[in-house]
């Protein structure tokens, strides 16, 4: 998985709970990616970073942010979890070629 | 808008036999492609990647294809294998773009 790392690996939480996932990299590289996976739409841009506190939104970003204080780490928030927001998480790496990380599985109750 | 999808959403092979997954695109500022590989509970494994101005890029036991005046992608794998396997995406890049644009997959069986 290119040397990056997501945690938690599964979890549970009831809606209207915050929610953080991390993404932890070690391949020192400025671009990063958050991605969520549903049946039916394949994968879908969240939010990314190009840098240190330099985000932008992706296609889905309604009810998410993120954060990136170190090049490292990058961390997506939902502030207030839904339903519709039960899917698997994915945390991406590289600029053209993307490298993932092993996903996150996140059920909302 | 425009999109990435695939002809096929499923395709069952028998073990030994040649696989070819299809991709279409629609849009013609697309200048770098990508496949991915993605076995059930893990993430999108990079396959191999070809730029627009590439018709062929060989890899070990897969070679893509890229049609530039139908706008289509395909991966082939020679000789599937069990482990071949997964759900299979292609994905673009437009020109001077960091953003990759998925394809929803084609779901690869082998059969024994």
């Known amino acids: 998985d290119a040397g990056i790392t997501q945690s938690p690996r599964h979890k549970v939480t009831e809606t209207g709970t915050p929610v953080t996932l991390r993404c932890h990299q070690t391949e020192n590289h400025r671009y990063m990616y958050w991605y969520r996976q549903d049946p039916g739409h394949g994968l879908r841009l969240i939010h990314y970073s190009y840098g240190v506190k330099d985000t932008d939104k992706g296609e889905v970003s309604d009810g998410y942010s993120v954060s990136r204080s170190k090049t490292e780490d990058f961390l997506l928030t939902l502030e207030s979890a839904t339903s519709s927001q039960t899917s698997v998480y994915f945390c991406a790496i590289g600029k053209g070629t993307q490298y993932f990380g092993p996903g996150t599985r996140l059920l909302v109750l | 808008g425009e999109s990435v999808g695939l002809h096929l959403p499923t395709l069952s092979v028998q073990e030994g036999d040649n696989s070819i997954i299809n991709c279409a695109y629609s849009?013609?500022?697309?200048?770098?492609f990508i496949w991915y590989k993605q076995e059930s509970g893990k993430g999108p494994q990079f396959i191999i990647d070809?730029?627009?101005?590439?018709d062929k890029r060989q890899g070990q036991r897969v070679t893509v294809l890229l049609n530039k005046t139908v706008k289509h992608l395909s991966l082939q794998i020679a000789a599937t294998q069990p482990g071949d396997s997964a759900v299979y995406f292609c994905?673009?890049?437009?020109?001077?773009?960091?953003?990759?644009?998925f394809g929803e997959g084609t779901q690869l069986t082998v059969n024994p």
């Open positions: 994905a673009e890049i437009l020109k001077g773009g960091s953003r990759l644009t």
């Open positions: 070809i730029r627009s101005n590439m």
């Open positions: 849009n013609s500022a697309s200048d770098y």
